[in-house]
């Protein structure tokens, strides 16, 4: 089936680390998306991609980094630096003149211990 | 991008039809409207998008009005699985979509 996939579900961290959240899609889109949700909130935008090798900050990129040396990953790292990471993370993409009209992952619940 | 203003929460029984509004009144003449779903814990849903007509498919029918400053998402026979929280977005063509807290839509027995 054709689709975005995010692991883990749930994924916990110790202050002071590094962690990183995957998302792989095989819908064949050029963009992609990491949007950030807080509970009762809607999405923020954190990074997005329109094509490999290319990415732009968002609304909330600090504390955050992303890579795309693939088309159809866009991983996104949380960093030591990002104070309050516990929080939804949901991963998108899109695909032409369109992509406004975003398919989503299950999202990645992280909790920081 | 315009910004929206959506019911914090609605109810509808099951069966019976869910229109949900979403004023848009700063909205500019190449901007579209956008709806989404995200039902609990799970990633959002496209739903439907249009600029001036009315559209249809098979989740819902969008209800723009001739001044294009409200917009009427319809859901013609509501289940309960149609509880989420609905997204109404003001799009123009940067790629980004910016979300609000949307309307808590419950679907009751």
């Known amino acids: 089936d054709g689709g975005i996939t995010q692991s883990p579900k749930y994924l916990f961290r110790k202050e002071g680390q590094n962690v990183t959240l995957s998302c792989e899609q095989n819908?064949?889109?050029?963009?992609m998306y990491w949007y950030r949700q807080d509970p009762g909130q809607g999405l923020r935008l954190i990074y997005y991609?329109?094509?490999?090798?290319?990415?732009q900050k968002g609304d909330i990129a600090e504390g955050y980094s992303v890579s795309r040396e693939k088309k159809e990953s866009f991983p996104l790292t949380v960093t030591s630096a990002q104070k309050n990471p516990t929080a939804f993370y949901l991963c998108?993409?899109?695909?032409?003149?369109?992509?406004?009209?975003?398919?989503f992952g299950p999202g990645t619940r992280l909790l920081v211990l | 991008d315009a910004k929206t203003t959506q019911p914090t929460s609605m109810d509808c029984a099951e069966g019976r039809a869910a229109n949900l509004p979403c004023n848009h009144s700063?909205?500019?003449?190449?901007?579209?409207v956008y709806w989404y779903r995200q039902i609990h814990s799970q990633g959002p849903q496209y739903i439907i998008h249009?600029?001036?007509n009315n559209e249809t498919n098979e989740m819902a029918s969008l209800i723009i009005t001739e001044d294009r400053k409200s917009s009427t998402l319809i859901l013609p026979h509501a289940t309960l699985r149609d509880t989420a929280v609905y997204y109404c977005?003001?799009?123009?063509?940067?790629?980004?979509?910016?979300f609000g807290k949307g309307t808590l839509l419950t679907v009751n027995p």
């Open positions: 998108a993409s899109g695909q032409g003149r369109r992509r406004e009209t975003q398919y």
């Open positions: 977005i003001v799009y123009r063509s940067n790629y980004k979509l910016t």
């Open positions: 991609s329109q094509i490999v090798n290319d990415f």
């Open positions: 700063t909205i500019s003449g190449n901007e579209y």
């Open positions: 249009g600029l001036k």
């Open positions: 819908l064949n889109h050029d963009a």
